[in-house]
Structures are given as C-alpha cells and as structure tokens.
Nanobody
Framework: QVKLVESGGGWVQTGGSLRLSCEIS????????IAWYRQAPGKEREWVAA???????NYANGVKGRFTISRDFDKNAAFLDMGALRPEDTAVYYC????????????????WGQGTQVTVSS
C-alpha cells in the first residue's frame, strides 16, 4: 500500500522559514516526478512546485525565489524548503507522487498524503 506522510508544518511569523518533508512508503517513485500542492481555507487546491527524476524543476509564480523543492532518492522522500513566508502562504500543504509532466506542467497522480498545516501570522 502506497503511503505519503507530510510533516514539518507549523506556525511561523511573516518572513520566517519552514521545511516540509514527505516520506513515501509502499513503492519507489524514484523514476517519477513528485510535487507539492496547497489548499487555503475556502480555496481550491493549487500546485506549488514539482521535481523530476533528473533536471526538471518547476515552481508556481507566487513561490519562485522563496521555496525550494528537493528529493532524496535513497530515503524515497521529498522536501519543500519555504522561506520569506507570507500570510498568504497559509494553507494545508500536500505531497503528490507519481504524476507526469505534460507541456512542462505537473499532472497529479492518485497518490496524496494527508497534508500538513502551515500558518503564517502577520
């Protein structure tokens, strides 16, 4: 059974930093891209960042220069380093693994974690 578990969320003040982790078990996604999404209260889930097996990296415009996605193939895990956080970054952050890239964009798979809450206060 595939399982994705996010962690690292919490409360932080504007300008602060957090590191989110996504630990994957049940199968390896080392040949597949992984992505982070977020969902703020009352809004639809939105894509944040994606990383491929080799050189593919892509970020949503609102997080470019502030967030960094990475992965550890040995640990079957992915990370999202978030800096210069803003109140509008407040959301539940989700990891998705095993999607695919189409016209440069990440298309999500059926594999999601349960999410981790990030709250940024002003």
């Amino acid at each position: 059974q595939v399982k994705l578990v996010e962690s690292g969320g919490g409360w932080v003040q504007t300008g602060g930093s957090l590191r989110l982790s996504c630990e994957i078990s049940g199968r390896s996604f080392n040949n597949d891209p992984i992505a982070w999404y977020r969902q703020a209260p009352g809004k639809e889930r939105e894509w944040v960042a994606a990383i491929g097996r080799t050189s593919y990296l892509n970020y949503a415009n609102g997080v470019k220069g502030r967030f960094t996605i990475s992965r550890d193939f040995d640990k079957n895990a992915a990370f999202l380093d978030m800096g210069a956080l803003r109140p509008e970054d407040t959301a539940v952050y989700y990891c998705n693994a095993g999607g695919y890239i189409r016209t440069g964009r990440y298309i999500a798979s059926e594999y999601w974690g349960q999410g981790t809450q990030v709250t940024v206060s002003s």
